[in-house]
């Protein structure tokens, strides 16, 4: 494997006159990066490879995907606090709560500066750990998909927040308003998605590089599967034990057979250790497989980019961006949405707590908490009432019964 920010040696067809031909990409500092004790696989694939074509159009997609929500969100009525109501919650949950924001933005000056400041500045470039902790915390507004069909997780609304842009995902279903919706928890969630998860890769990579030392012959596929094991251990721990019982969120419409202390604020869905850690697993793959320049999968063929070092930057930047948003969306919003709605009623312990149910359903308005029961409703749709009343959205009626078209009828054709 090169060191890191080192380029592949020339090959007999780039040496002319016993000088190596340094293509345009090569006459400035490397694009990417060996990840230091990253699994070298050799080059990845032939030059010729279009896979940092499709990887920049995925990211491109979720950038477009991300400015909109964000401008629609900004500029329209969900911009605006949730309040956490008249439930207050105790200190066993402010206390860490708080410290937990806290610590979170002291420390994130520091991200900002050892993972992307100070090697900018150095090599002037920015490094595979500087385009994944922006990418991480771009990630962020995917957060909400999971309540896309039916709310099954909730945000304390007693932490600060600015609402939620949820409403404004092309195609939301579940219904939101202004001032009660599930609002995000900026002061935790922006940092926490940048660096912190970026750090969750860092330690899962060099787990993965002790793996691999100690065992020199394991297959990738085992040592693949080793590091999702560890990541659903790591999230139990991570959610089970100390996110969910501190009232960071809840997840009140979980399958409660498949939970671990089912039918608390703090019950923990097992399947939420397989999504997340899936999410984990992947994103210590795409920084620890790398090529012989550093290059992740996405990357593959980024040599062919033309246009200059900023443009072979952003390239690089939107394939990387890319395939972090594809782990998120695939390993945890596609089944997380499916499993929402198979969700058992909400428990009384959260219902009772107007902190994770900001007026979105039960007391104090006129919609019954998610269950199975009844009808799903949407944003356009109407539905049932506490008095098991249909109440239709205005100016809307039961739409009319069409008469089945019959032989000899006069209309029939």
């Known amino acids: 494997m090169q060191p890191a920010g080192s380029a592949a040696p020339p090959t007999a067809s780039t040496i002319v006159k016993g000088k190596p031909i340094m293509s345009d990409l090569s006459r400035k500092p490397a694009v990417t990066e060996s990840v230091s004790g990253t699994a070298d696989l050799g080059k990845q694939g032939p030059s010729q490879s279009n896979a940092f074509k499709v990887w920049a159009t995925v990211g491109a997609v979720f950038l477009a995907y ?6 629609r969100w900004v500029s329209g009525p969900y911009f605006e606090p949730v309040a956490g109501g008249p439930s207050e919650p105790p200190l066993y949950m402010k206390i860490p709560l708080m410290a937990n924001a806290v610590v979170l933005w002291i420390g994130l000056p520091f991200a900002l500066w050892f993972f992307l400041i100070r090697p900018w500045v150095r090599e002037k470039r920015i490094t595979l750990d500087g385009m994944l902790l922006v990418s991480m915390g771009l990630m962020m507004f995917q957060d909400p998909m999971l309540n896309y069909y039916s709310t099954w997780c909730t945000y304390n609304a007693w932490l600060f927040n600015q609402g939620s842009w949820a409403p404004h995902i092309p195609g939301w279903v579940a219904h939101e308003e202004p001032g009660h919706t599930v609002p995000e928890p900026l002061l935790t969630n922006i940092p926490g998605y940048m660096y912190g998860v970026l750090l969750l890769t860092i ?3 060099a787990l993965m590089r002790k793996i691999k030392n100690r065992w020199p012959g394991i297959s990738n596929l085992r040592l693949v599967l ?7 251990v790591f999230d139990f721990i991570m ?7 501190i009232g960071f969120y809840s997840y009140p419409g979980a399958i409660q057979e498949l939970s671990i202390n089912a039918g608390t604020y703090y019950q923990y869905p097992i399947y939420e250790g397989f999504m997340w850690g899936g999410v984990q697993a992947a994103l210590c793959c795409l920084r620890f497989f ?10 593959r063929g980024l040599d062919r980019v033309r246009g200059g070092f900023v ?16 782990c998120f969306f695939l390993f945890y919003n596609v089944p997380a ?3 929402g709605m198979q969700g058992d009623p909400w428990p009384e312990d959260v219902q009772k707590r107007s902190y994770f149910n900001p007026g979105i359903c039960g007391e104090g308005t006129d919609r019954p908490c998610p269950n199975p029961d009844l009808p799903l409703p949407t944003k356009h749709s109407g539905y049932v009432n506490h008095d098991g009343e249909l109440v239709l959205p205005e100016g809307v009626e039961i739409p009319p019964v069409v008469p089945i078209q019959r032989p000899n009828s006069d209309d029939s054709q």
């Open 66 to 71: 991300t400015l909109y929500v964000f401008i």
């Open 311 to 326: 443009k072979q930057q952003f390239v690089r930047f939107l394939a990387i961006f890319g395939g972090v948003s594809a």
């Open 203 to 205: 330690v899962g990579c």
């Open 239 to 245: 959610e089970g034990l100390i996110l969910l019982p």
């Open 226 to 232: 080793v590091t999702y094991a560890v990541a659903i």
């Open 290 to 299: 790398t090529d012989d320049r550093g290059r992740t999968v996405v990357e």
């Open 337 to 339: 949405t499916w499993l």
